[in-house]
C-alpha cells in the first residue's frame, strides 16, 4: 500500500520560514512529478508548485521567489521551502505524487495535509 506521508506544518510568524516535507512509501515503481498544493479556509485547492523527477519545477506565481521546491528521489521525499510567509499563505498543504506502484499504473496519490499558520 501506497502512502504520502507530510510533516513540518506548524504556525509562524509574517516574514518567518518553515519547511514542510512528504515521503512517499510501500510498494513503488516508479514515482513521476510530486507537488504541493493548499486550501485555505473557504477556497479552492490551489496548486503550490511541482517538480518533475529530472527537476523541471513549476511553481505559482503567487508563491515565486519565496517559495522553493526540491526533492531527493533517493528517499522518495519533496520538499517545499517557505520564506517571507505572509497571513494569506494559511493553508493546509498538501502533498501529490504522480507514481506507479508495483504491478499498477500511474495515479495520483494525495497525503492527510499538514496546516501552515502564519500569525502574528
Known amino acids: 500500500q501506497v502512502q504520502l506521508v507530510e510533516s513540518g506544518g506548524g504556525l509562524v510568524q509574517p516574514g518567518g520560514s518553515l519547511r514542510v516535507s512528504c515521503v512517499a512509501s510501500g510498494s513503488i515503481f516508479s514515482i513521476n512529478a510530486m507537488g504541493w498544493y493548499r486550501r485555505a479556509p473557504g477556497k479552492e485547492r490551489e496548486l503550490v508548485a511541482t517538480?518533475?523527477?529530472?527537476?523541471?519545477?513549476i511553481v505559482a506565481d503567487s508563491v515565486k521567489g519565496r517559495f522553493t521546491i526540491s526533492r531527493d528521489n533517493a528517499k522518495s521525499t519533496v520538499y517545499l521551502q517557505m520564506n517571507s510567509l505572509k497571513p494569506e499563505d494559511t493553508a493546509v498543504y498538501y502533498c501529490n505524487a504522480q507514481l506507479r506502484p508495483v504491478g499498477g499504473i500511474y495515479s495520483d496519490y494525495w497525503g492527510q495535509g499538514t496546516q501552515v499558520t502564519v500569525s502574528a
Open positions: 517538480i518533475t523527477s529530472g527537476g523541471s519545477t
